[in-house]
């Protein structure tokens, strides 16, 4: 399911800009459950030199094909620790009506040192080049493999005696199974970014995760789909939220959520383990 997506973040204690989950480069239902080594993620920005939709297909294939690598990535989306990863192009007539394109793909760290490069080259259509065909997207998946490594190689181990607890809580409103899938999609996408959650009840959590869903009537074919992540100590004060809106089909989320559930927890959980890092650096000692 591919959704378009609006979200906003609440800091009580600072502002940043933050992703906008159920973006439209979220993993396909086949595709694994993403594992980010951390909650920085990547934004792929539009491919310089290539023709406007050339250079758009490329951004959004090499987002989705690190996605494919665990690494949260997205083309419209960022946070102040997110890598950035740019690209440029360059191609040479080979006859037949065929290009030869070369992609100069560069990683820089959020502040904006070169961390790695890698160059992807394919022979393609000259038409496919300036329409921005899906036969471009190739040029994306040689390198993103090497450029998720590139990334992993960055994160931080977890710090046990350190690390804040999480808590993931209730969700309420949420239509089907969302309540179950919702809250365990979050748990599992959080521990994936080195979040440390509670084990046990009883246990004490430094920071609960809530949720709320509300989904509108059908209208024609549609309904309009918003959840609402909140991030709480456990007292109930509020540190944050991260917003998600979509349109979905009428009556897709009656049932199991499945692979949907996943779709908005992973990419809420980058704004969630961005919360709990800014919330942490205000209330360090100076």
């Known amino acids: 399911m591919r959704f378009i997506a609006v979200a906003g973040l609440l800091l009580l204690a600072a502002c940043q800009p933050l992703p906008r989950p159920f973006a439209h480069d979220v993993p ?24 406007e939709a050339a250079a758009q297909q490329l951004a959004a294939a090499m987002a989705k094909a690190l996605q494919d690598q665990d690494v949260p990535a997205s083309t419209h ?18 006859g037949n009506g065929n290009l030869l394109v070369t992609i100069a793909w560069q990683m820089h760290e959020a502040s904006g040192m070169p961390l790695s490069r890698q160059d992807s080259t394919l022979t393609i259509p000259a038409a496919a080049w300036r329409q921005g065909d899906i036969a471009v997207a190739p040029l994306a998946r040689q390198s993103a493999p090497f450029f998720a490594k590139a990334v992993e190689s960055t994160a931080p ?12 809580q209730s969700v309420s409103g949420a239509p089907g199974d969302g ?24 246990d004490k959590a430094n920071f609960v995760v809530v949720a709320d869903v509300a989904v509108s009537p059908p209208s024609g074919g549609k309904q309009e789909v918003q959840i609402a992540w909140r991030l709480r100590r456990p007292d109930g004060g509020q540190v944050g939220e991260v917003k998600q809106e979509n349109s979905v089909p009428a009556g897709s989320l009656d049932g199991p959520w499945g692979v949907t559930a996943y779709e908005a927890a992973n990419a809420a959980a980058a704004g969630i383990a961005a919360l709990i890092a800014e919330t942490r650096r205000a209330a360090a000692p100076s």
């Open 77 to 94: 989306a960022s946070n102040q620790g997110s890598f950035r990863l740019t690209g440029t192009a360059t191609t040479r007539d080979v």
């Open 28 to 51: 396909p239902p086949n595709s694994a459950v993403l594992t980010p080594p951390d909650s920085a993620g990547v934004i792929v920005e539009p491919v310089a030199g290539a023709p």
């Open 179 to 202: 309540a179950q899938s919702l809250a365990r999609a979050m748990a599992d996408a959080l521990s994936r970014s080195h979040l440390s959650l509670v084990e046990k009840p009883g």
């Open 157 to 168: 181990p977890p710090l046990a005696d350190s690390d804040p607890v999480i808590a993931v």
